[in-house]
């Protein structure tokens, strides 16, 4: 059982499930700082304070002036400020993400298919760029050589060849 658990333990998907949760947790933190420490501030001094936490309903029939009142004295109450608050935080750090993955997409991958040479061509007659293995300009309608074998593409040959 014990040769089986190590097995299992460092196993690749485990031991990459296991970084991988690492990592997310400290990215988390740094997303979190980011928007509290850096989005937040600036967007406060913008809007004025952007803090819904004392916004409630009250449940029961006694009269509180703050919600640290009807808080400390344990009424029944709808904390609609607080999921406020957690809706406009969840927004702006999926917005902050969002540019965060667009930018790491970008530097990942090049603009432009290296092979896109290698899969187009251009037609001689238009100078439109077509898939290499087109034997019709999709754009002027002219035939085009066969690249295999470099010489005219017809329809009476592709009938021959069914």
Known sequence: MLREFREFAVRGNVVDLSIGVIIGTTFAKIIESLVDDVIMPPFSLLFGQVD??????????RRFNTFAE??????????????LNHAVHFIIVAFV????????NRIRRPDEDP??????????????????????????T???KDPRTNSSYSYEKRKSSF
Request: charged residues 15%; aromatic residues 12%; positive net charge.
């Open 142 to 144: 002219s035939s085009l």
């Open 115 to 140: 092979l896109l040479e290698m899969k187009t061509k251009k037609c001689p007659h238009c100078c439109n760029t077509i898939a290499f293995k087109a034997t019709k300009c999709p754009f002027c």
């Open 97 to 104: 993400l969002f540019l965060v993955v667009r930018q790491i």
């Open 52 to 61: 819904f936490s004392n916004l409630y309903l009250n449940l029961s029939d």
């Open 70 to 83: 009807a808080e400390e004295a344990g009424v029944p109450m709808l904390n609609y400020g607080i999921f």
